[in-house]
């Protein structure tokens, strides 16, 4: 099983992107979920977290400009990112929170540059 990430693409500083994150069955319904960035050159982060209650929780650098929802009925996590900065460029991926190695799909590419 792996978990699919999507929306990713080449934006401008101070852009917007939607991410999505589909998975089969019940599997981010049931699990706190995760959104990780890797860039070139450093380890992989945890940038956005949301438990099965709905809380989240963010990485300093992101806080009051990304947004992480669920959406149970469609099983797919999302991640708004608004006022997007060159050091937000990374490949994107979702996984669960604690991450599961089955569960690493290949990420959607972020680019902020102008």
């Known amino acids: 099983v792996q978990l699919q990430a999507s929306g990713g693409g080449l934006v401008q500083p101070g852009g917007s992107l939607r991410l999505s994150c589909a998975a089969s069955g019940s599997i981010l319904s049931i699990n706190g979920t995760g959104w990780y960035r890797q860039a070139p050159g450093k380890q992989r982060e945890l940038v956005a977290a949301?438990?099965?209650?709905?809380?989240?929780n963010y990485v300093n650098s992101v806080k009051g400009r990304f947004t992480i929802s669920r959406d149970n009925a469609k099983n797919t996590v999302y991640l708004q990112m608004n006022s997007l900065k060159p050091e937000d460029t990374a490949v994107y991926y979702c996984?669960?929170?604690?991450?599961?190695?089955?569960?690493w799909g290949q990420g959607t590419q972020v680019t902020v540059s102008s």
């Open positions: 996984n669960t929170v604690p991450t599961k190695p089955d569960y």
């Open positions: 949301i438990a099965t209650s709905g809380l989240t």
